[in-house]
Structures are given as C-alpha cells and as structure tokens.
C-alpha cells in the first residue's frame, strides 16, 4: 500500500482517540461504577435480564464496570488492545440493548450506539504503531 501525505498521521490520530475515548471510559464510566460497589453493580447487572439472565446480577454489574475501567486504560495504554476493545463493544451492545428495551428509544441510547460502533472499528483496526502492543511486538521480532 502506498502511504499518502495524510496516512503518516493515521498512527497519531489512532493515538489520539485511544487517548480520549479511554481516559473517558476510565473516569467518567469504570471509575465511578467500579468503586461504587456492591449496590450499583446489582443495578448494573440488572441489564443482563434483557436476555432472559437473571442470575448474579451483582457479577455482571462488575463485570461492565471492570470493562470500562479496565478496558478504558487498556485502550489508553494499546495493551490488549482488541480484547479490550471487544469486551467494551460486548458492554456496549448490552446497555444499547437495555436502553432501547427499557423504552429510552434511540435517543436514550444514543451514547452506548455510538460507542458501540467506536469500539467494533477499533478492534478491527487495531491500537496503532503508538501502543504498548505494537511495542510488544517490536521487541519480539518477526517470528516470535
């Protein structure tokens, strides 16, 4: 593949968006669920019933917040980079579905719909040549 002028910034503005959409997720979303505890991880969880599950609630709500957090630095840092992007989509694709079941309609999951596709197109792109990832990789070799 040819580069262009415009492709030799396509690692800086990958690097750009991991940036700010995981410090987001790692502030404004995991951080505050995750630390809650208990209590709001049930009513997290609570959008598994969605599905028909409606076993260990108070698991699944952890599970979202470890997500968010979690998967939140791992796109900031490019470290296990598409499985953190995955389980956020994965994350995504439950609170759209809870919203749009809850009777929000598509304005009320108009945040999670979006994410949802951010993280589906981040995981097939990848974290970039600015990653701990393409780091990792570096420092491998060509065959390891």
Do not use: Q
């Not at 009513?43 to 409606?54: C, H, P």
């Not at 260990?56 to 968010?68: K, Q």
């Amino acid at each position: 593949m040819n580069d262009t002028r415009a492709d030799r910034f396509r690692d800086l503005g990958l690097l750009v968006l991991r940036l700010g959409v995981g410090a987001a997720y790692v502030l404004i979303h995991g951080r505050p669920k995750l630390f809650a505890g208990p209590e709001r991880w049930e009513r997290l969880g609570g959008a598994m019933s969605t599905f028909g599950i409606e076993f260990w609630p108070t698991f699944w709500g952890f599970v979202a917040a470890f997500a968010e957090f979690f998967g939140g630095l791992c796109v900031v840092l490019g470290l296990f980079f598409r499985p953190a992007c995955l389980l956020l989509f994965l994350t995504m694709f439950v609170a759209t579905s809870r919203h749009l079941a809850g009777g929000d309609g598509w304005g009320g999951s108009a945040h999670s719909l979006k994410m949802l596709f951010v993280f589906a197109g981040l995981t097939g792109i990848g974290p970039g040549r600015y990653s701990l990832d393409a780091l990792w990789k570096r420092r491998r070799g060509p065959l390891g």
